[in-house]
């Protein structure tokens, strides 16, 4: 038998060697081609602009089905990345696939704060934009209640929110890969190990943090990966999916935007140094957000390989909301491959629409 | 079909993958200690004090040569983005205005909105309420 293989692998050997060949031939025409041209356009589902203040823009999406949802999604982005992730191109568009499943969607993305906006605090993403942008919601739609989804950071906003007012308007919250123990991004913590890490002085210097700063902290979580995309990129720059796979991920995980001053010096000393969250001493603008005041329906989707907010930081989540309506998910994927991508169209989205569909009524 | 193990370009992505997992998991060992914490926020303490400094000589320079400091820079941003903010909102009102009026194809439907009837689909032979449902 092992004869039988061993001249089986002697006789697929050339067509292994002319296959790498051709390869290596696509390459070169394809290499040409990548420097040659842009990647896709991302972010393409139509959508108007409702309000726009500062860093905060607020978009509504045109409705793609006959019939909606009663009540409208207000979708919060991370502070620290572009919207586009959840809407890269069609058919590979969460935005997209709610849209077309018949809810009616919103979201709140950022722009670039500028040096004028380097005093926004806590306070003014929690207590002034999130209730802004739920109001403006209210008064388009027409609606009172609103469901809010939170990714990353915008699940901590979120729950801020939720925890501030719980009286409502939201009506269900969903956080997608939410940190609450800080202490459980311990390289995050390590970076800002506040013995050695003045950020008064790195604050009151620069103001915003720059996208640089925010985009090298990612990358070392997993420093080796930069250089290893790239020869992955060169291997398989032959296949259009994955370039274009490639490009869209890309472009999107380097396309960090900055920090504004004083809300960064919040997340260091409430968030990584002090737990506040975990805790449930944190505050924002002198009012108390304790998770457990949050009583409406709640899902909590976590990735099972995330680097970024391991389990171990997300999983007291659902602990510690109020709420007797709720779960949390773990599903396979990072920390983006669960909101985009492939396995997400397979995965959260089917999981997502099946749990709010019937709480969106 | 001949074995993976054989064929030296799986033996090299596979070598290749493997060899990025151990940089990883040997680098967020080094990075976790505080002897890094201490050497990076050490180094990044002093460019940020370099980089201060570098903008006051810049703005020192920038008053000699009677060009604008930033301050005014700063001013004149905000102002350009309150005329932006009235231009918005002008500009949503203009669209409301026009979608009532049926003036363009693009504003109307943007200004059609479907009603907010939808139910959940049921699953076949389930008369089951669906979770979150009044009753």
Redesign the interface.
């Known amino acids: 038998m092992s004869a039988l293989?061993s001249l089986?692998?002697l006789v697929?050997?050339p067509e292994?060697i002319q296959s790498?060949v051709q390869r290596a031939i696509q390459r070169s025409i394809k290499g040409v081609e990548y420097f040659s041209t842009s990647g896709p356009s991302l972010g393409s589902t139509p959508k108007?602009?409702?309000?726009?203040?500062?860093t905060m823009h607020l978009y509504h999406y045109?409705?793609l089905?006959?019939?909606?949802?009663?009540v409208p999604i207000l979708i919060v982005m991370a502070t620290t990345n572009r919207g586009y992730i959840l809407d890269m191109v069609p058919g590979q568009s969460f935005i997209e696939f709610l849209l077309k499943r018949?809810y009616?969607v919103y979201m709140l993305d950022w722009s670039p704060p500028?040096?004028?906006e380097k005093s926004l605090g806590m306070e003014d993403y929690v207590l002034d934009f999130i209730p802004d942008c739920i109001r403006r919601v209210q008064q388009d739609?027409g609606?009172q209640d609103v469901s809010v989804i939170g990714y990353c950071f915008g699940g901590v906003l979120s729950l801020l929110y939720g925890a501030i007012f719980p009286d409502g308007p939201m009506k269900?919250l969903i956080c997608f890969t939410t940190p609450v123990d800080f202490r459980e991004l311990?390289?995050f913590s390590?970076?800002a190990?506040r013995?050695?890490?003045?950020v008064d002085?790195?604050v009151d210097?620069?103001g915003n943090v720059p996208p640089e700063m925010i985009l090298s902290s990612f990358e070392?979580?997993?420093?080796?990966?930069r250089v290893?995309s790239q020869?992955?990129l060169w291997?398989n720059i032959w296949n259009d999916e994955y370039v274009k796979s490639y490009r869209m991920f890309d472009r999107w995980a380097t396309d960090t935007l900055p920090l504004a001053g004083e809300y960064f010096r919040a997340i260091t000393k409430d968030l990584l140094w002090d737990n506040k969250l975990y805790n449930d001493t944190m505050t924002v603008g002198g009012r108390a957000a304790d998770l457990s005041r949050i009583k409406v329906?709640i899902l909590h989707a976590v990735a099972e390989h995330d680097h970024i907010v391991p389990y171990e930081a997300a999983k007291h989540l659902i602990a510690k909301v109020g709420s007797n309506?709720k779960e949390e998910v773990m599903l396979k994927g990072g920390h983006v491959s669960l909101v985009a991508g492939a396995n997400a169209i397979k995965r959260l989205w089917p999981k997502l629409d099946s749990?709010l569909?019937?709480?969106?009524? | 079909?001949?074995?993976d193990s054989?064929?030296?370009?799986a033996l090299w992505?596979k070598m290749?993958?493997e060899?990025?997992?151990g940089?990883?998991t040997f680098?967020?060992q080094a990075?976790?200690?505080?002897q890094?914490?201490?050497t990076?926020?050490?180094a990044?303490?002093a460019t940020?004090?370099a980089?201060?400094q570098l903008g006051n000589l810049m703005e020192k320079y920038l008053l000699a040569m009677n060009m604008p400091s930033r301050a005014q820079m700063?001013d004149m941003?905000?102002r350009l983005?309150s005329i932006?903010?009235h231009l918005?909102e002008i500009k949503?009102l203009l669209?409301q205005m026009s979608a009532v009026n049926g003036m363009t194809r693009d504003s109307a439907?943007?200004a059609s909105?479907?009603?907010?009837?939808?139910?959940?689909?049921q699953p076949a032979g389930d008369t089951k309420q669906?979770?979150?449902?009044?009753k």
């Open positions: 293989a089986d692998d697929s050997l292994r790498e108007d602009v409702v309000h726009v203040r500062g045109r409705p089905a006959d019939e909606v949802y009663r018949g009616d500028k040096p004028e739609s609606e269900n311990e390289l390590s970076f190990d013995r050695y890490f003045d002085h790195l210097n620069i070392m979580l997993r420093p080796g990966s290893a020869v992955q291997d329906p309506d749990w569909c019937g709480r969106s009524t | 079909m001949a074995d054989k064929d030296p370009f992505r290749m993958g060899m990025e997992k940089f990883n680098a967020n990075m976790s200690s505080p890094f914490s201490k990076m926020n050490q990044g303490g940020v004090g980089q201060k700063v941003a905000e983005q932006e903010g918005n949503t669209q439907a943007a909105k479907p009603p907010r009837t939808k139910r959940p689909p669906p979770p979150g449902e009044k």
